[in-house]
């Protein structure tokens, strides 16, 4: 199936950067090689690599841009924030809320009462700005038709209800193949890697749920927590 093998080498290029990005932060971090790639390792080991974001679907895309996003904000270049805005919201629609909750989580991990860092929130704003006008456009093109970004979040409502939902995400036989080993490995050092990227990840995280919540994506959500908490997860965990 051509289109199948495309989206398997797309999302295989993908998974490889996010990867490589991580042992590039890994070893800036812990200053040990194996840790690093320990970490990476155990990124690429997770059930959510081989099952979901390699068969088809564009999380593994999700996934990269954020990580970009952590190596981004690590290294002080909040100046690229809006280009990983375009790149993911061509991606996922999902990673402007996640991105936004992200950069948010870290901003406010890095706020001091006599220095509220504005610069930074201004390259926030830009981030918000270029990856909603991307999604719009986007979704725009293809209905044929202008498309708002609160009409695709009524759409996406489910009837259920929030908490019937959230219920349905955390229950889920899914979420614990994702996260039944990753999440007691990588709570246990998470105190060893930088406050913003802990901040962050937490603040992404709760924003996922309540989207899945939202939705009743179910197992779905899953993919989602990854690409947002798998990373740092995993490097804790080689720690």
């Not at 812990?30 to 320990?38: G, H, I, R």
């Not at 926030?124 to 609160?150: D, E, R």
């Not at 899914?174 to 890697?193: D, H, N």
Request: hydrophobic share 55%; charged share 10%; proline share 4%.
């Amino acid at each position: 199936d051509p289109a199948l093998l495309g989206l398997l080498v797309a999302n295989s290029i993908f998974t490889a950067t996010t990867a490589s990005l991580l042992v590039a932060l890994g070893y800036r971090l812990t200053l040990d090689t194996s840790t690093a790639l320990l970490g990476a390792t155990l990124y690429l080991l997770n059930f959510c690599v081989a099952n979901l974001s390699l068969v088809g679907l564009v999380d593994s895309a999700e996934g990269c841009f954020l990580m970009a996003i952590v190596w981004s904000l690590e290294a002080d270049h909040w100046f690229l924030l809006p280009l990983w805005g375009i790149l993911g919201a061509l991606a996922k629609e999902t990673f402007v809320p996640l991105s936004a909750l992200f950069v948010f989580g870290w901003w406010i991990s890095e706020v001091r009462r006599d220095r509220l860092q504005l610069p930074r929130l201004a390259w926030l704003g830009a981030l918000g700005m270029a990856s909603l006008t991307t999604v719009t456009i986007a979704m725009s093109v293809i209905a044929g038709g202008l498309v708002w970004p609160w009409q695709l979040a009524t759409y996406m409502r489910a009837s259920e209800g929030f908490m019937n939902g959230l219920q349905a995400c955390l229950l889920d036989h899914t979420f614990w193949f994702v996260f039944i080993w990753l999440l007691p490995l990588g709570l246990v050092r998470l105190r060893r890697l930088p406050r913003p990227w802990v901040w962050a990840s937490a603040v992404a995280c709760c924003g996922a749920l309540a989207l899945g919540a939202y939705h009743n994506a179910s197992g779905n959500v899953a993919r989602a927590l990854f690409s947002v908490s798998g990373p740092i997860l995993s490097l804790s965990a080689a720690i």
